[in-house]
């Protein structure tokens, strides 16, 4: 069964901390980006997020906000954690970043 808390690395070298799931299913954690658009220094971001309630699913999914700490922007990522044969827990996550723009006639560039 997968289990959300801990230390986790993606494919770019970003990295995610997350705690234990509280009661009602939610949690909080820290991200450190490999990759942004910024030449701002990347700082580690704080999280919130929570999961489907645990149940007798082995693969749930879940959702969290990233609010980055150097740069004007927040991400949502969706997910599902999958347990692949050899018992090694893998997220595929899907985001969706919103960076502030100065005018609303701008918004068409403020979502990736």
Known sequence: QCDLQGQW???LGSNMTLS????????SGSYH???AATNKQILVS?????QQPPSA???????FT???QFADSVTAFVGQCFVDRRGKEILETTW??????????DVW???R
């Not at 234990?20 to 949690?27: V, W, Y």
């Not at 699913?57 to 959702?63: D, E, H, I, N, S």
């Open 57 to 63: 699913k082995r693969q749930p999914t879940f959702g």
């Open 9 to 11: 690395r993606n494919e």
């Open 33 to 35: 980006t490999a990759v």
């Open 46 to 50: 704080p999280l919130q997020g929570a």
């Open 20 to 27: 234990a799931l509280d009661a009602a299913g939610t949690f």
């Open 96 to 105: 969706l970043l919103r960076e502030e723009v100065s005018f609303r006639r």
């Open 109 to 111: 560039k403020a979502t």
């Open 66 to 68: 990233v609010q980055w």
